[in-house]
């Protein structure tokens, strides 16, 4: 007797980071977006980071990243996203390459009340021709402005897709990740010139 197997697929896994500056959201987007219950390599700010880590502005931060932030959403029986949440502090970049290997792309959240953070995201992912976004979370109490203004202050190609978000909410992390996964694919889609 022969037993039939099944044609079962593995799905397809896709890797994403999530970047941007100290404090901007990046370990609240992954844990509030991820099906699992999410890895994280958060350690307490203590003294020893007075003069190192710049505090201004998000004086309620008592932790940080040290090495990434791991999540997973599966996308039916076709996809697994894979999250990668950076450390946002600039001595932690050396691990910004180990993880941006075999990226789709990346998701940049934005503070306004720390909009120059971002550059060095930025210009990370410009430099290695990695797709982007740029996600303006919306923290109560921080500065409101209009995604344009936000564009301008940036200096962004405007083909590069710009939104608002608020990273503690699941469907507005979601939204944020399909914009991803879109202009990613369309990027993948144009003809190499």
Not at 22 to 40: D, N, Q
Not at 69 to 96: A, H, K, M, N
Request: with cysteine.
């Amino acid at each position: 007797m022969v037993f039939a197997r099944s044609e079962r697929r593995l799905p397809t896994a896709i890797k994403i980071l999530v970047a941007g500056g100290f404090g901007a959201g990046k370990t609240t987007m992954v844990g509030a977006v991820s099906e699992t219950r999410p890895l994280r390599t958060e350690e307490v700010l203590t003294d020893r980071s007075v003069g190192i880590d710049d505090l201004s502005d998000v004086t309620q931060k008592k932790t940080t990243t040290v090495a990434m932030d791991f999540g997973r959403i599966t996308l039916g029986s076709d996809y697994v996203l894979y999250l990668f949440g950076t450390p946002g502090q600039e001595r932690f970049w050396f691990v910004w390459d180990e993880l941006a290997e075999g990226s789709l792309g990346a998701v940049i959240l934005a503070d306004t009340r720390r909009l120059a953070d971002c550059f060095p995201s930025v210009d990370y992912f410009e430099r290695r021709g990695t797709p982007f976004v740029v996600a303006v979370n919306c923290f109560e109490g921080s500065p409101s402005f209009e995604l344009a203004e936000v564009r301008l202050a940036l200096q962004l190609n405007p083909s590069i897709p710009i939104i608002m978000c608020d990273a503690r909410k699941r469907d507005s992390s979601r939204e944020v990740l399909v914009t991803l996964v879109e202009h990613s694919m369309k990027l993948r889609a144009q003809p190499v010139s």
